[in-house]
């Protein structure tokens, strides 16, 4: 069987693949349409494997809500170099799979791999693109939530993306992305002291406990010192009692009250490549 140009150019627009690997691949297949598909997909199978003991370090972070601005989710896609991470058809493809995410809402990342992708599924087509690109990539990491007012922030650069949800609904765009630009900035790790584990809170207290033993503070006064201690760390790791960035006189709880004093945040995920 023999094939054309246009053949060439339409396994390579549904395969992302390469002229000459496209071209190969036909030839391969005696101009066999499918089983040239077929190629170009076991090909990128192969390399899949081949590549599975490097480092996919780099990669995409990226944050969207759906529609109804309430279900809203933050996707990982790595590769292993910034030159692809920052490529325009890298961030598009991920982009691709956090819509399938946002249409089915996917609650984890198996039921996200398993999803339909084109007639394939995610896991399948990351796969695929293993062999396309030419460097390993994982979808490493999903989370999904629902609020009645959920944003989605992506700081410049598609390294670090962050999801907030809030108590009630219509909340105002700039209020909401604040709080958002709050999470990217200032890396909460609760949204009140009462959601920090109380294991998490005991090795605060030791830390602290420690830290001013070695400085040669009393040992019947290292409970209270170290009591002080963990009200500041408070202070600074819980997103409502964090200080306002854009206002250093005010708290994130403070800010949110001067706009609807009922308005409070029920949920937040950060991811960071950097950290």
């Not at 549904?14 to 690997?21: K, V, Y």
């Not at 390399?47 to 809203?72: Q, S, T």
């Not at 009630?168 to 992305?177: D, F, G, L, P, R």
């Not at 809170?201 to 201690?229: C, F, N, T």
């Amino acid at each position: 069987m023999s094939f054309t140009t246009a053949d060439v150019v339409k396994l390579r627009k549904l395969t992302g693949a390469g002229m000459m690997d496209c071209k190969g691949a036909l030839k391969d297949a005696e101009g066999d349409f499918d089983r040239a598909l077929e190629i170009i997909r076991e090909k990128g199978k192969l390399i899949a494997n081949k590549r599975a003991d490097r480092d996919a370090a780099e990669g995409v972070v990226l944050a969207k809500v759906a529609k109804d601005n309430k279900f809203g989710a933050i996707v990982v896609l790595n590769c292993e170099t910034d030159f692809v991470a920052k490529n325009d058809n890298f961030v598009a493809f991920t982009d691709n799979i956090l819509n399938i995410a946002l249409a089915n809402k996917a609650d984890n990342l198996e039921s996200l791999k398993s999803l339909d992708f084109e007639g394939r599924t995610v896991e399948t087509q990351v796969s695929e693109q293993t062999g396309v690109i030419g460097e390993k990539l994982e979808l490493s990491y999903y989370k999904s939530f629902n609020a009645e007012t959920t944003i989605g922030y992506i700081h410049p650069g598609n390294k670090l993306a962050t999801l907030v949800g809030f108590n009630k609904a219509n909340v105002e765009t700039q209020v909401a992305k604040d709080v958002a630009m709050q999470v990217a900035a200032m890396a909460p790790v609760a949204i009140t002291k009462d959601d920090i584990s109380s294991e998490i809170v005991e090795k605060e207290l030791e830390i602290a406990k420690e830290k001013y033993r070695q400085e040669g503070k009393p040992e019947a006064m290292l409970d209270k010192i170290a009591q002080g201690s963990l009200n500041k760390w408070y202070k600074e790791v819980t997103l409502l009692n964090q200080t306002y960035v854009k206002d250093g006189k005010i708290t994130i709880n403070d800010f949110l009250k001067q706009n609807d004093n009922e308005l409070t945040v029920t949920a937040f995920d950060r991811y960071s490549l950097d950290a």
